[in-house]
């Protein structure tokens, strides 16, 4: 299986923590250079320093993904110190959610204007900013992150399901235009994975969780890093508009709420 991804450059979004920090050097470890982005600088800074330590090539670049002039300043900036984008990961997000009844009107509204903004602008935006060369090369790969709330919405996060909801369909649409012109666009669905979202859980969801599950454990994000490392890789270049689910097996009912989140 061919993963080797020498001679590219991967762009990681969110990579300063969890998955997309597991991401980032996946990729690197498999000779990738890689441009870490994050919206704190510190985070990404030390997992580029991760990458130059063992002897890979990253820079680190601090930007909001859903400001578009913020991103086309970070992919100029990327270019010019690792060369032409060939991989996007649209990892960014955030876990800012709440049941639609309870809150006010304008807290709701803000909710889903933040994970709009986050998951489906953010990936917009990006993808914009290095499509064009890809398509120039006649190669690319552009990997999102969605979920398994994709597969069914769970109750109390409708503006995250929304989020996620309108990344897959966007990656779907896009592997159709794009395909022909050699880019390859798909999704990685995670499940509930161990990282910082789901530290604030209480211990009656965390068992929950896990009880629901085949394998009866959280996933790890390096589990996340080596869906997403195929998906980028030589290995996945027949595959196409689609998402694939780590959750080990898990595909979640609304038969139980987050009321104690």
């Known amino acids: 299986m061919d993963l080797d991804l020498s001679d590219r450059t991967a762009l990681v979004t969110g990579a300063g923590r969890g998955n997309g920090r ?11 250079s890689v441009i870490v982005n994050d919206l704190e600088a510190d985070p ?3 997992v580029a320093e991760e990458i130059t330590d063992a002897g890979g090539e990253a820079v680190a670049i601090e930007a909001n993904v859903s400001d578009e002039d913020a991103v086309d300043e970070m992919v ?3 270019t010019d110190a690792l060369g032409t984008v060939d991989i996007l990961v649209n990892n960014a997000g955030i876990g800012d959610a709440g049941p639609f009844l309870g809150d006010d009107r304008e807290t709701l509204r803000e909710r889903f204007r933040r994970n709009i903004d986050v998951h489906l602008w953010g990936s917009i935006n990006c993808t914009l900013a290095t499509v064009d060369p890809m398509v120039e090369q006649g190669y690319g790969k552009v990997v999102n992150i ?15 399901d929304v ?3 309108s990344l897959q369909g966007l990656t ?4 159709l235009e794009l395909g022909r012109e050699g880019v390859r666009v798909n999704a990685v669905a995670p499940g509930w994975v161990n990282t910082r ?12 969780i896990k009880s629901s599950n085949p394998l009866g454990k959280y996933a790890e994000p390096e ?3 080596n869906a997403v490392a195929f998906l980028a890789s030589p290995a996945a270049d027949y595959v196409n508009g689609h998402e694939l689910r780590v959750d080990g097996g898990q595909v979640p009912i609304d038969s139980w709420k987050y009321d104690n989140r």
């Open 22 to 32: 597991a991401i980032a050097l996946e990729l690197a470890d498999l000779g990738a």
């Open 44 to 46: 990404a800074e030390s």
């Open 76 to 78: 100029a900036e990327g």
């Open 146 to 160: 969605t979920s398994i709330h994709t597969k069914n919405a769970v109750g109390m996060s409708p503006e995250y």
């Open 163 to 165: 989020g996620k909801f």
């Open 172 to 175: 779907k649409s896009l592997a």
């Open 197 to 208: 979202m789901t530290e604030k859980f209480s211990d009656e969801t965390h068992e929950q």
């Open 223 to 225: 589990d996340i890093a």
